[in-house]
């Protein structure tokens, strides 16, 4: 005799002491059926077209085996306010949708194995607000390679994932985590890895990562993601993205990063968007090799004081390169005065470090006056025009040179202190033209006074051209 369905769900409840179970026939005629506030201690396998399996992870004999080929017709199972301790299996072929509403997976399974193995791009899978204890795709350490793994087409919004692991695999379809949701992940692991399809990791708030040895073939997409600390050797919670090749579009657009961040041995094929980008603690591109322009347009935090101890002078000329190619030279102006601050702070790190015992004191004097005279004139520099940037500064030296000029002619000739301060002097001495007998009398004077003001008039211009060019 062949059971109707309400005779097969009534069995199944009263043999697994269920008791909230629907089936829900939506308005289409699609028929599916629903699970809510269960606690699965075991595997829930449905495995086949007439088989509707409870079964233990690695015990594959049914506890229940119920013929259901009279209702045959189920395509969406939906699972709300329920609890895995072992992942589903639904390998079900009629099934085509497949959601999980609230749920929490505490399996350590390999997700790529178990619910994500559709071979077929018309299933679907849902996630809203799930939390999981890992979520992971590929094997770990101590299990070979995987090549042309296939994944089902999944959806996540919302939701906590404890462990996100994606290691030792070749991915053959798009893998997306682009959810309007951010999705909460404590620890991020993508090691070992190929994908051959577009890549999305967006609106994640990731609290440690860890990607390297990874082959991005398509777009990578990490559009506005938080990343807070890097999981590496050095204990210092350095964020790290070693050893990878970008080969489509690369977006870091709207992306938070917390602690420094380095791209040591990363290869950009092809363009790259850090527009809008915040790196609060530095930037390292010293290892990568960009072949296309990258977008650092709206950028912020690396003019920082956190941010200029941990960005190198290598790093602001690769972002200064960036604007000029584009054409923002206002911009590139900005990143090249941070590079020249950092070339003045790298030539005094040099000074501290040396060693007079080392040396010797010859040797010490001698490497002392050579970094002294290579650091002055970014110093003069710095103070003059801030790298070209302050149009203001350079004035106030002028007003500052006239006043100077004036007190020295005055105190040779013992005028009094109003004489000093007297304005209409003070700014016959700014002007570079004056060629006042009162000042040609005295050549050292006359030298200072008119070396000073060209050079300081010529940052002033400098420093307004700067601030209008195109």
């Known amino acids: 005799?062949?059971?109707?369905?309400?005779?097969?769900?009534?069995?199944?409840?009263?043999t697994n002491n269920i008791t909230d179970i629907q089936l829900v026939r939506r308005t289409e005629g699609v028929l599916g059926i629903t699970f809510e506030n269960i606690d699965f201690d075991i595997c829930f396998i449905w495995k086949e077209q007439k088989n509707l399996k409870i079964d233990l992870r690695h015990n594959i004999e049914s506890i229940n085996n119920i013929n259901t080929s009279s209702n045959s017709d189920i395509q969406k199972i939906s699972f709300k306010n329920c609890n895995f301790k072992i992942n589903p299996i639904i390998l079900y072929e009629k099934v085509w949708h497949l959601e999980f509403d609230n749920c929490k997976f505490n399996s350590i399974d390999?997700?790529?194995?178990?619910?994500?193995?559709?071979?077929?791009?018309?299933?679907?899978?849902?996630?809203?607000?799930?939390?999981?204890?890992?979520?992971?795709?590929?094997?770990?350490?101590?299990?070979r390679y995987r090549k042309g793994v296939k994944l089902s087409r999944f959806f996540l919004s919302g939701g906590k994932?404890?462990?996100?692991?994606?290691?030792?695999?070749?991915?053959?379809?798009?893998?997306?985590?682009?959810?309007?949701?951010?999705?909460?992940?404590?620890?991020?692991?993508?090691?070992?890895?190929?994908?051959?399809?577009?890549?999305?990791?967006?609106?994640?708030?990731?609290?440690?990562?860890?990607?390297?040895?990874?082959?991005?073939?398509?777009?990578?997409?990490?559009?506005k993601s938080s990343f807070h600390n890097g999981i590496n050797n050095h204990n210092d919670k350095t964020i790290y993205f070693?050893?990878?090749?970008?080969?489509?579009?690369?977006?870091?657009?709207?992306?938070?990063?917390?602690?420094?961040?380095?791209?040591?041995?990363?290869?950009?094929?092809?363009?790259?968007?850090?527009?809008?980008?915040n790196f609060k603690n530095g930037l390292d591109l010293d290892y990568t090799n960009i072949q296309k322009e990258i977008n650092f347009f709206g950028m912020t935090g690396l003019d920082s004081r956190e941010s200029q101890d941990n960005t190198?002078?290598?790093?602001?000329?690769?972002?200064?390169?960036?604007?000029?190619?584009?054409?923002?030279?206002?911009?590139?102006?900005?990143?090249h005065a941070l590079e020249l601050n950092k070339h003045r702070q790298d030539?005094?790190?040099?000074?501290?470090?040396?060693?007079?015992?080392?040396?010797?004191?010859?040797?010490?004097?001698?490497?002392?006056?050579?970094?002294?005279l290579e650091m002055l004139p970014s110093l003069i520099h710095r103070a003059s025009s801030n790298y070209g940037q302050s149009w203001l500064l350079p004035l106030i030296w002028i007003l500052i040179v006239g006043l100077i000029t004036n007190y020295f002619i005055c105190s040779i000739n013992e005028c009094s202190w109003n004489s000093i301060f007297n304005w209409s002097e003070i700014l016959k001495h700014v002007s570079i033209i004056n060629l006042d007998e009162a000042l040609k009398k005295y050549p050292i004077i006359f030298?200072?006074?008119?070396?000073?003001?060209?050079?300081?008039?010529?940052?002033?211009?400098?420093?307004?051209?700067k601030h209008i060019k195109k």
């Open 161 to 223: 994932i404890n462990h996100f692991i994606i290691q030792n695999i070749e991915l053959d379809t798009k893998l997306y985590f682009n959810s309007e949701n951010k999705i909460e992940i404590e620890n991020l692991t993508i090691k070992n890895a190929i994908f051959k399809e577009n890549f999305k990791l967006c609106h994640c708030n990731i609290k440690n990562v860890s990607i390297e040895d990874t082959d991005f073939k398509k777009q990578a997409n990490f559009d």
């Open 110 to 143: 390999d997700l790529s194995e178990d619910l994500l193995r559709y071979q077929k791009e018309s299933k679907r899978l849902v996630f809203y607000n799930c939390d999981f204890e890992y979520f992971k795709i590929g094997g770990v350490e101590d299990i």
């Open 347 to 372: 030539i005094w790190y040099k000074i501290r470090n040396l060693s007079f015992l080392d040396l010797g004191f010859y040797c010490y004097i001698k490497k002392i006056g050579l970094l002294g």
């Open 312 to 335: 190198s002078q290598e790093t602001y000329r690769i972002v200064k390169y960036n604007f000029q190619k584009i054409g923002n030279q206002i911009e590139a102006n900005k990143y």
């Open 447 to 465: 030298l200072f006074n008119k070396i000073s003001l060209g050079y300081l008039y010529y940052q002033f211009i400098n420093a307004t051209r």
């Open 242 to 277: 070693k050893a990878l090749n970008f080969e489509g579009l690369t977006i870091f657009s709207h992306c938070d990063f917390t602690k420094k961040v380095v791209f040591s041995v990363v290869t950009f094929e092809n363009f790259v968007h850090f527009k809008e980008a």
């Open 1 to 14: 005799m062949v059971k109707k369905l309400s005779q097969i769900v009534e069995q199944y409840l009263d």
